[in-house]
């Protein structure tokens, strides 16, 4: 979802764009990594791979690791041997939901979940192996292809689904176009750090935002069932709040992105 909007924001800003799916490319494979990178030697790098699913990682921590932690890794080691600026993604997930408002880069990461151990262990390295590492933290991610809650819960309720969403999980929603742009920004910007990016606004649960997708499509008479995140009974824990906001993007000139529901307004659009 993220890749093919970066992708097709930097074509479209004339870059020469290189692009490689899980197919085309294993990041946990560190030879075919630094083979491609070696061969292209492009001026930035940026990782929008990862293995998502967050309760897979739970049940499989060896495939976690390798591809959340190992890969950037890979990918920063690679970039560092043509002098490349490296940006990954990174998740909100890194920190423990116990917080009330916004989590900054003041907040100590405290993940609790395998899926948060290895994104921050990937972030870690990878700054370790490449000065030039521009992590990018985001979460509540919903956007053209995008398959998780936030990205079909309108096709859900005009399928007549019945629509089941999460009344006590607070998160920054943050449109996947909005995000790639950001990500081209951060890459010529090419200053190392931690980044939190997400659109505006003070956050939402999945429940407001499903209400706020069938407002905006027009889908009425549709009836949203709220349940809590301990009914699901999913092999991973998740923060029950994991709203970030940035320090640092105001400060290097970087304007706040369009608040969430303009952004989800555009996704439905």
Same mark, same amino acid.
Request: charged content about 25%.
């Given at each position: ?10 074509? $479209?800003? #004339? ?11 294993? !990041? ?12 292209? +030697?492009?001026?930035? *790098? !940026?990782?929008?791979? %990862?293995?998502?699913? @967050? ?8 495939? &976690? ?5 190992? #890969? ?12 490349? *600026? /490296? ?6 997930? *890194?920190?423990?939901?116990? +917080? ?30 490449? &000065?030039?590492?521009? *992590? ?5 991610? /919903? ?5 998780? /809650?936030?990205?079909? @819960? ?10 089941? %969403?999460?009344?006590?999980?607070? #998160? ?6 909005? $995000? ?22 003070? #956050? ?5 935002? &499903?209400?706020? %997708?069938?407002?905006? &499509? ?5 009836? !949203? ?22 320090? $640092?993007?105001?400060? @290097?000139?970087? %304007? ?10 555009? /996704?439905?659009?």
């Amino acid at each position: 979802m993220v890749g093919r909007a970066t992708v097709n924001h930097s074509k $479209l800003r #004339g870059d020469t764009v290189l692009a490689f799916d899980h197919q085309g490319l294993d !990041i946990s494979d560190p030879d075919s990594v630094t083979q491609i990178v070696r061969t292209e +030697k492009p001026e930035a *790098v !940026i990782n929008c791979a %990862a293995w998502t699913d @967050v309760d897979g990682c739970e049940l499989d921590a060896a495939r &976690a690791y390798a591809i959340n932690s190992g #890969g950037p890794e890979n990918l920063a080691k690679a970039s560092r041997t043509v002098g490349a *600026v /490296f940006v990954t993604i990174s998740t909100d997930y *890194v920190f423990d939901g116990r +917080k009330q408002g916004f989590y900054t880069q003041r907040d100590d990461p405290n993940p609790e979940s395998i899926y948060g151990l290895a994104k921050l262990e990937g972030e870690r390295k990878a700054q370790l192996a490449l &000065a030039r590492t521009v *992590v990018v933290r985001s979460g509540f991610i /919903f956007g053209p292809g995008g398959k998780n /809650f936030l990205s079909t @819960v309108v096709d859900r309720a005009k399928r007549g689904e019945q629509v089941k %969403a999460i009344s006590d999980v607070w #998160g920054t929603p943050t449109y996947s176009l909005h $995000l790639a742009a950001r990500l081209r920004e951060l890459a010529f910007l090419d200053l190392p750090g931690a980044f939190h990016v997400t659109n505006a606004g003070n #956050g939402a649960t999945f429940e407001e935002f &499903a209400r706020a %997708a069938l407002e905006i &499509a027009g889908c009425r008479n549709v009836n !949203i069932e709220a349940v809590a995140m301990e009914s699901l009974k999913r092999p991973a824990p998740r923060p029950r709040n994991s709203r970030l906001k940035c320090l $640092l993007s105001e400060a @290097v000139g970087l %304007a706040p992105l369009p608040h969430w529901r303009d952004g989800l307004a555009d /996704f439905l659009s």
